[in-house]
């Protein structure tokens, strides 16, 4: 189990394994898109621990870094459960890359968020069908987007409600609860990865830097989501 949790962190971990329950109460399905980064540990360790009744996919979109797979392995070594992969459509996947040649998506913004539909976007659309909430490992430090983020929201885009309980959790928490539970996690995050997704569009960060220029680092800041949480938000307008 590792070391025991200091007060307030196992405090905050009891308050994210209440938001859980709650959301199993009110919404009765509910399903874990699980990233596979540092949050992701968290939620994967309290959601298989003690709320095994949500379930937990992950999105393989084929350009995943080896280190990532040697997750999985471990996750699934560690809790000895199998991890629910989902896997783009092969059909659109050879159109897209028939389209935009196989790194295409560095051409343009459309071309990039066109990669990510069809290897990300789609795929998780399939894996949330039949489910009235997902939950998010999105931390409000993260961006100015995510900073505006509400613990359950309606998420008009896909259909149902996003519960997010990590939004107040801070960077140094999360590594705390990591290093208290003895949790594996990817290896890229002691090489100054702080977020990894797909391997070409991921890359360390540099000091000063902040913890999501690794990704799509090519374009600008505002631009740098794949399109399962918004990228800007222009107005506070509820759901």
Not at 149 to 163: F, I, M, N, R, S
């Amino acid at each position: 189990m590792g070391d025991l949790l200091n007060l307030d962190l196992e405090q905050k971990a009891v308050g994210v394994r209440e938001q859980l329950l709650a959301a199993l109460r009110d919404h009765g399905r509910v399903v874990y898109s699980n990233s596979l980064g540092a949050e992701a540990m968290v939620l994967t360790d309290i959601i298989w621990t003690h709320v095994p009744e949500i379930d937990i996919f992950s999105i393989d979109t084929g350009r995943l870094p080896q280190e990532t797979y040697d997750l999985m392995e471990k996750l699934e070594r560690r809790y000895k459960r199998s991890l629910h992969l989902v896997f783009p459509d092969a059909q659109a996947l050879q159109q897209l890359v028939s389209a935009q040649g196989i790194n295409g998506f560095y051409h343009s913004l459309d071309a990039r968020l066109a990669c990510c539909r069809v290897r990300k976007v789609e795929p998780f659309k399939r894996a949330i069908q039949g489910y009235t909430a997902w939950v998010t490992g999105v931390r409000r430090e993260q961006s100015a987007a995510r900073a505006q983020a509400q613990p359950v929201e309606w998420d008009a885009e896909h259909g149902l409600y996003k519960v997010s309980p990590l939004l107040d959790w801070s960077e140094t928490e999360i590594w705390q609860y990591i290093r208290a539970r003895k949790l594996p996690y990817n290896s890229l995050h002691d090489r100054q990865f702080p977020s990894i997704g797909c391997f070409p569009c991921t890359r360390a960060i540099q000091p000063g830097e902040s913890r999501r220029a690794g990704r799509w680092w090519w374009e600008q800041p505002e631009s740098r989501e794949c399109g399962l949480h918004p990228r800007v938000r222009h107005a506070a307008a509820q759901a």
